[in-house]
């Protein structure tokens, strides 16, 4: 059985007196279960829109998904037990601590408070938060911030999690963080599908990838497969182009901060 699977999905959003707008059409994708799948693409190519299908958020138009084996439209209540969403917004309480953010949740998931109180403490450890755990949201760094996002959205212990562009606006140091902490979720069996911009992320993480522009899946692949498609010719064309020799900006900063220089809210990141 595959984790995330779907098949000419599509969705056109009507708006108001307007043309209709097809914000998906006709994608198919398969997600293996324990593999980080990348989902890129630029701006408004509809990969907020296939998640918000496949996580039962916006109906499906045309075509159908399952997740775990579930029907997304038929078995809504079983795809919601199997999946998490950590949105770009977040959904923590920023008056509040990291730890009540996660009790309340691990309580509105039916645990007791025992159990909620290790929970929360399980999760800590796992996403670096002991730390802050009392300190008030508001005043977590953005990177820290993203870290108890993802801690609840793995609260109910789902098998596939859903990240919407995760470490976009975190400076390369919690990107670099956020990164090994995705992984240690794929080491623990969970199957992580990672909407990005960043090319250099999928490339980092993603087991494959698939590439949306306008609407619909362009490639697919393992990123060497994908890469190893690209032509001497077309890598000489790039280069001309840019103005950049290989090494970036991004090297240069995590060449100069230590890439070891482990985010744990002593101070060490801002
Ligand atoms: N509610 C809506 N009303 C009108 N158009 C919409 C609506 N939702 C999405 N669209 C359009 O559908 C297309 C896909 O949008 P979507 O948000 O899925 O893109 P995206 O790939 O996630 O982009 P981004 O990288 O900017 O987040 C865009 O052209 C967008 O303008
Ligand atoms: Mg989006």
Known sequence: MEAILAENLTKTINPRGNKPVYAVRGVDLIVRQGEIFGFLGPNGAGKTTCQRMLTTLLPIDGGRAEIAGFDVTKRAD??????????????????????????????????????????VAKLARLL??????????????????????????????PKIVFMDE????????????????I??????GITVFLTTHYLDEADALADRLAIMDCGKIVAEGTPAGLKAGISDAEIAERVKRETASHATLDDVFMKMTGRSLR????????
């Open 78 to 119: 079983e795809v919601r037990r199997h999946i998490g969403y950590v949105g770009q917004l977040g959904g923590a309480d920023l008056t509040a601590t990291g730890r009540e953010n996660l009790t309340l949740a691990a309580r509105v998931y039916g645990l007791k408070p025992a159990a909620a109180k290790a929970k």
């Open 128 to 157: 670096d938060l002991e730390e802050l755990l009392d300190r008030i949201v508001r005043a977590y760094s953005g990177g820290q911030k993203r870290r108890l996002e993802v801690a609840l959205g793995i609260i109910h212990e």
């Open 166 to 181: 995760p470490t976009t606006g975190l400076d390369p140091q919690n990107r670099a963080n956020l990164w090994e902490h």
């Open 183 to 188: 992984k240690t979720l794929k080491s623990r």
């Open 263 to 270: 985010d744990t809210g002593k101070g060490a990141e801002n």
